[in-house]
């Protein structure tokens, strides 16, 4: 038995948009109100916090992340801004650091070629000058290519592979290959590099992941230890949510898949249709406009998407798969009738299989989306990196093309189950950067509401794993106690779609931060999963 009384601040409940107070017994939302009702209760508590004035509001989900990538990004070289020279620099500071005999992998991610003079990623031969002989594997942005070091294809083995280009850069099946090899470490190591991934999560006020597993980025093991040390609270830390991209072919393919990883919410997530636009090989309708002579690369045809999702319903488990481009939501959408066909209609839309992504959806395909009970899982922090008239999708796609990408309004208009995600560490743990890049759009039609974004990202990754039954995602009484406490400068609620601010809980709306361009982020204070702390800086 314990409890903790919040009380002097701003809750935000729909159940009380003006509560001022909220008490949390034995992992429960057991009373929200006033505070003079909070302060007849403090003798009866084991713990008052003092908000102060801060916000509790419900936790956030990420519903799309690579915790090992993340970790291991982390430690290694933020390439992130950096330029041609720059990453080379990088590079060889780590070279000069290492002893002649210490031959692990010099590991970096973030770099993007699409503003560097050069136009062109770093070669072989430079990172065979910078690291000395040293294996180097640098990851693009999107970590859908890389470039590698003569050393690091040798431990690979990947001249002879799909994928593998002379000047070091690595797509495919010779990316996989690499990331193979880049991501290998010893089961001690990887139990910390999780820890350090879910404390930065938790630290962001992230309460619960999806992740997207999937045998180049991590193995069965792995994710079968996250499934285990974070099923309970008592971690102390974030719920792992957990998704196996590995393609089945029968529904005893999938059945003993989901006996092999207990807790298991879905077969796929980063089960690859297609690629990335940066790395140009995300599958399009039409060639890239900086690239004519080409559309990208399928990585599933309808049949095997047919057989995964017919396979994975008869298992009474949720498929998920990674898409970019129309031409692979084409296919995508083609195999799923396909299994519609077979399954019926009915079973594939109650079973709620989910895209990834899902950047290029027109009106024809956003409709079979809806008959077909979809739910997508996507990104907007990439429309706040990528687009825009200069951006790296106008670049890739012309501006026309571009401009029609991650159109979240038309899908929270249709009724589209939508949960927001990172893909961290494409980019990083950061909610509200996400809730503020939905809303602020670089297509004006396409923003959607603050309230309606800050959904998506709390109950919305609930719903989409099929975990909201208990009220998870919401702060009312009787809801798990998810939540995460905020310090923000203002306090307001949003009067309409486009920016147009109150700072009166208008209509019983709750409060939320002011996400405008000019604010600084909220500071989160404390994460609480169940009523256990994960991340505390009230002290």
Do not use: K
């Not at 057991?30 to 916000?55: I, M, Q």
């Not at 993340?70 to 801004?81: E, I, Q, R, S, W």
């Not at 603050?450 to 709390?458: I, L, M, P, S």
């Amino acid at each position: 038995m314990s409890s903790t009384l919040y009380r002097h601040g701003v809750v935000h409940s729909p159940a009380d948009p003006f509560a001022e107070a909220l008490l949390v017994e034995n992992g429960v939302v057991a009373w929200l109100g006033s505070d003079d009702t909070a302060d007849g209760l403090v003798a009866g508590v084991d713990e008052v916090v003092e908000l102060g004035g801060a916000l509790v509001a419900p936790a956030f989900v990420d519903a799309h992340v690579h915790l090992l990538e993340t970790a291991l990004a982390a430690a290694g070289l933020d390439l992130t801004g950096a330029d041609l020279p720059g990453v080379l620099d990088a590079v060889a500071a780590v070279a000069a650091q290492r002893g002649a005999g210490d031959r692990r992998v010099v590991h970096g991610t973030g770099w993007d070629e699409g503003a560097w003079p050069e136009g062109r990623p770093p070669t072989r031969a430079e990172l065979d000058a910078a690291g000395q002989g040293l294996p180097v594997y640098l990851a693009r942005v999107d970590v859908h290519s890389a470039v590698v070091s003569s050393a690091l294809a040798d431990l690979a083995g990947l001249r002879d592979l799909p994928g593998w280009s002379q000047d070091g850069l690595v797509v495919g099946a010779a990316h996989h290959a690499a990331r193979d090899v880049a991501l290998a470490v010893d089961a001690r190591e990887r139990t910390a590099l999780y820890r350090d991934a879910l404390r930065r999560a938790a630290a962001a006020g992230i309460v619960a992941v999806h992740e997207q597993s999937a045998p180049h980025v991590d193995t069965r093991d792995g994710l079968r230890e996250l499934l285990t040390t974070t099923a309970d609270a008592a971690s102390a830390l974030p719920l792992v949510v957990g998704y196996r991209a590995e393609a089945c072919v029968t529904v005893d393919d999938a059945r003993a898949l989901l006996a092999d990883l207990p807790g298991l919410t879905g077969i796929g997530g980063d089960l690859n249709v297609d690629g990335s636009l940066g790395s140009r090989t995300a599958a399009l309708r039409h060639p890239y406009a900086d690239a004519p002579g080409t559309s990208g690369t399928l990585h599933l045809t309808a049949e095997q998407i047919a057989n995964h999702v017919t396979a994975v319903t008869r298992a009474g488990s949720q498929a998920g798969f990674h898409v970019i481009g129309d031409r692979a939501l084409d296919e995508l959408l083609l195999g799923l009738r396909a299994a519609a066909d077979v399954e019926g209609s009915a079973a594939i839309a109650a079973a709620g299989h989910r895209i990834e992504h899902a950047e290029m959806v027109d009106a024809h395909s956003l409709a079979q989306i809806l008959l077909l009970g979809l739910r997508l899982s996507v990104q907007p922090a990439f429309d706040a990196t990528w687009g825009g008239p200069d951006g790296m999708y106008a670049a890739r796609l012309g501006r026309g093309r571009a401009a029609a990408l991650n159109p979240f309004a038309d899908l929270a208009a249709a009724g589209v189950p939508l949960a927001l995600g990172s893909d961290t560490p494409v980019t990083p743990f950061d909610p509200w950067g996400g809730v503020r890049a939905a809303s602020a759009h670089r297509q004006a039609d396409q923003r959607i509401s603050v309230r309606a974004a800050f959904r998506a990202a709390t109950r919305g990754g609930w719903r989409l794993a099929g975990l909201d039954h208990s009220g998870a995602g919401e702060l009312r009484v009787g809801a798990p106690a998810h939540l995460a406490v905020w310090q923000a400068e203002h306090l307001v609620v949003q009067a309409s779609r486009t920016s147009t601010w109150s700072a009166d809980a208008r209509a019983g709306s709750p409060l939320l931060p002011d996400l405008g361009p000019d604010e600084p982020a909220p500071q989160c204070l404390r994460t609480v999963r169940a009523g256990v702390v994960l991340h505390d800086t009230l002290g």
